[in-house]
Protein backbone atom coordinates (compact mmCIF):
# COMPACT_ATOMS: atom_id res chain seq x y z
CA UNK A 1 0.00 0.00 0.00
CA UNK A 2 1.31 3.68 -0.86
CA UNK A 3 1.07 6.06 1.98
CA UNK A 4 -0.60 8.99 0.23
CA UNK A 5 -1.95 10.96 3.83
CA UNK A 6 -0.26 10.98 7.31
CA UNK A 7 -2.46 12.67 10.15
CA UNK A 8 -0.40 13.95 13.51
CA UNK A 9 -1.82 14.89 16.21
CA UNK A 10 0.38 16.98 18.30
CA UNK A 11 2.97 18.46 17.05
CA UNK A 12 5.53 19.08 19.36
CA UNK A 13 9.16 17.61 19.28
CA UNK A 14 7.97 14.05 18.33
CA UNK A 15 5.35 14.97 15.90
CA UNK A 16 7.39 17.86 14.37
CA UNK A 17 9.75 15.61 13.93
CA UNK A 18 7.82 12.91 12.18
CA UNK A 19 6.07 15.29 10.00
CA UNK A 20 9.55 16.98 8.83
CA UNK A 21 10.90 13.33 8.54
CA UNK A 22 7.79 12.38 5.97
CA UNK A 23 8.53 15.43 3.91
CA UNK A 24 12.36 14.42 3.85
CA UNK A 25 11.82 10.96 2.84
CA UNK A 26 8.30 10.04 1.84
CA UNK A 27 7.94 11.70 -1.46
CA UNK A 28 4.14 13.10 -2.47
CA UNK A 29 2.91 12.32 1.22
CA UNK A 30 0.53 14.82 2.29
CA UNK A 31 0.37 15.42 6.13
CA UNK A 32 -2.51 17.15 7.94
CA UNK A 33 -1.93 18.01 11.77
CA UNK A 34 -3.27 18.66 14.72
CA UNK A 35 -2.38 20.80 17.71
CA UNK A 36 -4.59 22.53 20.34
CA UNK A 37 -2.00 25.69 20.19
CA UNK A 38 -1.83 27.26 16.51
CA UNK A 39 1.73 28.48 16.55
CA UNK A 40 3.30 25.26 15.55
CA UNK A 41 1.07 24.87 12.64
CA UNK A 42 0.90 27.98 11.36
CA UNK A 43 5.33 27.87 11.41
CA UNK A 44 4.97 24.44 9.85
CA UNK A 45 2.67 25.56 7.55
CA UNK A 46 4.65 28.27 6.39
CA UNK A 47 7.74 26.18 6.13
CA UNK A 48 6.00 23.58 4.01
CA UNK A 49 6.45 21.07 6.43
CA UNK A 50 2.26 20.01 6.80
CA UNK A 51 -0.38 20.85 4.42
CA UNK A 52 -2.75 21.32 6.15
CA UNK A 53 -3.80 21.69 9.85
CA UNK A 54 -7.14 21.93 12.23
CA UNK A 55 -7.05 23.02 16.23
CA UNK A 56 -9.86 20.38 16.18
CA UNK A 57 -9.88 16.71 15.77
CA UNK A 58 -12.30 16.60 12.57
CA UNK A 59 -12.59 15.38 9.13
CA UNK A 60 -9.55 16.80 8.29
CA UNK A 61 -7.97 13.47 8.99
CA UNK A 62 -10.60 11.35 6.87
CA UNK A 63 -8.48 9.64 3.78
CA UNK A 64 -5.12 8.76 6.27
CA UNK A 65 -3.57 6.08 5.55
CA UNK A 66 -1.64 6.37 9.07
CA UNK A 67 -2.46 8.72 12.32
CA UNK A 68 0.43 9.23 14.58
CA UNK A 69 -1.07 10.49 18.01
CA UNK A 70 1.78 12.33 19.72
CA UNK A 71 -0.11 14.23 22.83
CA UNK A 72 1.04 13.32 26.46
CA UNK A 73 -0.42 9.38 27.38
CA UNK A 74 -2.80 10.60 29.58
CA UNK A 75 -5.19 11.88 26.25
CA UNK A 76 -4.43 9.37 24.19
CA UNK A 77 -7.89 7.48 24.01
CA UNK A 78 -10.00 10.53 23.67
CA UNK A 79 -7.81 11.59 20.91
CA UNK A 80 -7.99 7.99 19.15
CA UNK A 81 -11.66 7.59 19.74
CA UNK A 82 -11.87 10.82 17.97
CA UNK A 83 -9.67 10.41 15.29
CA UNK A 84 -11.56 6.83 14.27
CA UNK A 85 -14.24 8.45 14.00
CA UNK A 86 -13.31 10.35 10.97
CA UNK A 87 -10.42 8.32 9.53
CA UNK A 88 -12.51 4.91 10.12
CA UNK A 89 -11.35 1.25 10.40
CA UNK A 90 -9.00 1.19 7.33
CA UNK A 91 -6.47 3.80 8.52
CA UNK A 92 -4.08 2.75 11.13
CA UNK A 93 -4.23 4.69 14.50
CA UNK A 94 -0.66 5.02 16.09
CA UNK A 95 1.06 6.53 18.97
CA UNK A 96 4.42 7.15 20.29
CA UNK A 97 3.63 7.25 23.97
CA UNK A 98 6.49 6.09 26.15
CA UNK A 99 4.13 3.33 28.02
CA UNK A 100 1.72 0.59 26.37
CA UNK A 101 0.48 -1.84 28.85
CA UNK A 102 -3.16 0.54 30.11
CA UNK A 103 -2.88 2.83 26.88
CA UNK A 104 -3.20 -0.46 24.73
CA UNK A 105 -6.12 -1.88 26.72
CA UNK A 106 -7.83 1.48 26.81
CA UNK A 107 -7.35 1.69 22.82
CA UNK A 108 -8.32 -1.71 22.01
CA UNK A 109 -11.23 -1.25 23.56
CA UNK A 110 -12.26 0.76 21.07
CA UNK A 111 -14.29 -1.59 18.75
CA UNK A 112 -13.25 -1.90 15.07
CA UNK A 113 -10.24 0.59 15.67
CA UNK A 114 -7.06 -0.11 13.90
CA UNK A 115 -4.54 0.77 16.57
CA UNK A 116 -0.73 -0.63 16.60
CA UNK A 117 1.15 0.89 19.73
CA UNK A 118 4.49 2.91 19.13
CA UNK A 119 7.16 4.18 20.74
CA UNK A 120 10.33 5.70 19.23
CA UNK A 121 13.54 5.32 21.36
CA UNK A 122 14.22 8.68 20.39
CA UNK A 123 13.94 12.23 22.28
CA UNK A 124 15.72 15.42 23.51
CA UNK A 125 15.34 17.33 26.79
CA UNK A 126 14.88 20.01 24.77
CA UNK A 127 10.34 20.43 23.97
CA UNK A 128 8.31 22.00 21.27
CA UNK A 129 8.27 22.08 17.93
CA UNK A 130 11.30 24.50 17.58
CA UNK A 131 13.36 21.40 18.53
CA UNK A 132 12.04 18.82 16.01
CA UNK A 133 14.27 17.27 13.67
CA UNK A 134 13.94 15.18 10.76
CA UNK A 135 17.07 12.89 11.54
CA UNK A 136 15.73 12.55 14.93
CA UNK A 137 14.87 8.63 14.43
CA UNK A 138 17.90 7.89 12.27
CA UNK A 139 19.35 4.38 13.70
CA UNK A 140 16.81 4.52 17.07
CA UNK A 141 15.17 1.42 17.60
CA UNK A 142 11.45 1.75 16.97
CA UNK A 143 9.24 -0.10 19.39
CA UNK A 144 5.39 -1.42 18.24
CA UNK A 145 2.61 -3.20 19.87
CA UNK A 146 0.44 -4.94 17.64
CA UNK A 147 -2.95 -5.98 18.58
CA UNK A 148 -3.68 -10.05 17.69
CA UNK A 149 -6.17 -8.80 15.38
CA UNK A 150 -4.16 -6.32 13.48
CA UNK A 151 -3.18 -7.39 9.65
CA UNK A 152 -0.14 -8.30 9.00
CA UNK A 153 -0.44 -5.72 5.74
CA UNK A 154 -0.98 -2.88 8.26
CA UNK A 155 1.99 -4.31 10.64
CA UNK A 156 4.55 -4.24 7.25
CA UNK A 157 2.98 -0.94 6.01
CA UNK A 158 3.75 0.72 9.69
CA UNK A 159 7.08 -0.88 9.68
CA UNK A 160 7.74 0.08 6.38
CA UNK A 161 7.25 3.71 7.44
CA UNK A 162 9.90 3.34 10.04
CA UNK A 163 12.80 1.95 8.25
CA UNK A 164 11.88 4.65 5.77
CA UNK A 165 12.28 7.63 8.52
CA UNK A 166 15.40 5.99 9.54
CA UNK A 167 14.50 4.14 12.50
CA UNK A 168 14.53 0.26 13.14
CA UNK A 169 11.72 -1.47 13.76
CA UNK A 170 11.49 -3.75 17.28
CA UNK A 171 8.20 -5.80 18.07
CA UNK A 172 7.37 -6.33 21.77
CA UNK A 173 4.91 -7.06 24.53
CA UNK A 174 3.45 -4.02 25.92
CA UNK A 175 4.03 -4.91 29.34
CA UNK A 176 7.86 -6.06 28.30
CA UNK A 177 7.71 -2.81 26.90
CA UNK A 178 7.01 -0.82 29.94
CA UNK A 179 9.24 -2.82 31.92
CA UNK A 180 12.20 -2.69 29.68
CA UNK A 181 11.77 1.21 29.23
CA UNK A 182 11.15 2.20 32.40
CA UNK A 183 14.54 1.08 33.70
CA UNK A 184 16.34 2.16 30.67
CA UNK A 185 13.82 5.43 30.71
CA UNK A 186 11.56 6.31 33.12
CA UNK A 187 13.65 5.69 36.00
CA UNK A 188 16.41 7.19 34.86
CA UNK A 189 14.41 10.61 35.03
CA UNK A 190 13.71 10.19 38.04
CA UNK A 191 16.90 9.87 39.18
CA UNK A 192 18.29 12.93 37.07
CA UNK A 193 15.38 15.32 38.70
CA UNK A 194 16.21 13.69 42.09
CA UNK A 195 19.93 14.78 41.46
CA UNK A 196 18.62 18.47 40.83
CA UNK A 197 16.01 18.75 43.25
CA UNK A 198 18.74 17.74 45.89
CA UNK A 199 21.26 20.14 44.49
CA UNK A 200 19.35 23.06 44.48
CA UNK A 201 17.69 21.89 48.12
CA UNK A 202 21.32 22.21 49.83
CA UNK A 203 22.76 24.93 47.32
CA UNK A 204 22.15 27.95 50.10
CA UNK A 205 24.37 30.39 48.71
CA UNK A 206 24.74 29.24 45.01
CA UNK A 207 28.42 27.86 45.10
CA UNK A 208 27.11 24.52 43.92
CA UNK A 209 25.41 25.58 41.25
CA UNK A 210 28.63 27.65 40.04
CA UNK A 211 30.68 25.07 39.89
CA UNK A 212 28.22 22.44 38.35
CA UNK A 213 30.37 21.47 35.39
CA UNK A 214 30.54 18.40 32.51
CA UNK A 215 29.62 15.45 34.30
CA UNK A 216 26.85 17.06 36.14
CA UNK A 217 25.16 18.69 33.12
CA UNK A 218 25.52 15.15 31.15
CA UNK A 219 23.98 13.33 34.35
CA UNK A 220 20.58 15.28 34.21
CA UNK A 221 20.43 16.88 30.96
CA UNK A 222 16.87 14.70 30.86
CA UNK A 223 15.76 16.73 33.88
CA UNK A 224 15.32 20.03 31.31
CA UNK A 225 12.59 17.42 29.67
CA UNK A 226 8.64 18.19 29.72
CA UNK A 227 7.08 17.76 33.24
CA UNK A 228 3.87 17.40 31.91
CA UNK A 229 4.84 14.47 29.59
CA UNK A 230 6.87 12.95 32.49
CA UNK A 231 3.89 13.20 35.27
CA UNK A 232 1.66 11.73 33.06
CA UNK A 233 4.05 8.51 32.36
CA UNK A 234 5.07 8.30 35.88
CA UNK A 235 1.53 7.99 36.48
CA UNK A 236 0.45 5.24 33.89
CA UNK A 237 3.43 3.10 34.45
CA UNK A 238 3.95 3.97 38.33
CA UNK A 239 3.77 0.17 39.34
CA UNK A 240 6.64 -0.75 37.29
CA UNK A 241 8.38 2.77 38.10
CA UNK A 242 7.92 1.69 42.12
CA UNK A 243 9.61 -1.70 41.23
CA UNK A 244 12.47 -0.63 39.91
CA UNK A 245 13.31 2.44 42.20
CA UNK A 246 13.03 -0.76 44.86
CA UNK A 247 15.93 -1.78 43.00
CA UNK A 248 18.15 1.26 42.51
CA UNK A 249 17.49 1.34 46.20
CA UNK A 250 19.01 -1.99 47.02
CA UNK A 251 22.13 -0.81 44.34
CA UNK A 252 22.49 2.73 46.06
CA UNK A 253 22.20 0.92 50.19
CA UNK A 254 25.31 -1.55 48.56
CA UNK A 255 27.60 1.11 47.83
CA UNK A 256 26.55 3.26 50.63
CA UNK A 257 27.48 -0.09 53.02
CA UNK A 258 31.20 -0.58 51.19
CA UNK A 259 31.94 3.18 51.89
CA UNK A 260 30.90 2.97 55.32
CA UNK A 261 32.78 -0.25 55.73
CA UNK A 262 35.76 1.03 54.54
CA UNK A 263 35.67 -1.77 51.58
CA UNK A 264 38.06 -0.43 48.49
CA UNK A 265 38.25 -3.32 46.58
CA UNK A 266 33.82 -3.47 46.94
CA UNK A 267 34.04 -0.03 45.58
CA UNK A 268 36.52 -0.07 42.85
CA UNK A 269 33.98 -3.29 42.01
CA UNK A 270 31.33 -1.58 41.80
CA UNK A 271 32.18 1.06 39.36
CA UNK A 272 34.45 -1.49 37.64
CA UNK A 273 31.07 -3.74 37.26
CA UNK A 274 29.18 -0.29 35.55
CA UNK A 275 32.07 0.03 33.23
CA UNK A 276 32.24 -3.05 31.62
CA UNK A 277 28.91 -3.10 31.03
CA UNK A 278 27.74 0.16 30.14
CA UNK A 279 31.30 -0.21 27.81
CA UNK A 280 29.62 -3.36 26.13
CA UNK A 281 26.28 -2.40 25.08
CA UNK A 282 27.37 0.69 23.70
CA UNK A 283 30.09 -0.99 21.61
CA UNK A 284 26.82 -3.44 20.62
CA UNK A 285 24.80 -0.55 20.10
CA UNK A 286 27.72 0.96 17.52
CA UNK A 287 28.21 -2.29 15.88
CA UNK A 288 24.68 -2.29 15.54
CA UNK A 289 24.13 0.66 13.84
CA UNK A 290 27.06 0.54 11.37
CA UNK A 291 25.44 -2.89 10.21
CA UNK A 292 22.37 -1.08 9.58
CA UNK A 293 23.81 1.82 7.91
Known amino acids: MKINKIGIAGLGLIGGSLAKAVKKYITGAEIVAYNRNPEPLIAALKEGIIDQYTTSIDYSFSGCNIIFICTPVGTLKEIAGALFSYAGKDCIITDVGSTKANVFKEISAIEGINYIGGHPMAGSEKIGYGAANAD ?36 LNPDIHDYAVGAISHVPHVIASSI ?86 ISEQEDSFNHIT
Open 136 to 171: LFKNARYIITPMESTLSSHIELLKAFIETIGAVPVT
Open 196 to 281: VNTVERLDNDGTIRTLAAGGFKDITRIASSSPLVWASISMENKEKIIALLDEFEKEIHLYKNFLANDNYTEVETFFSKAKAYRDKF
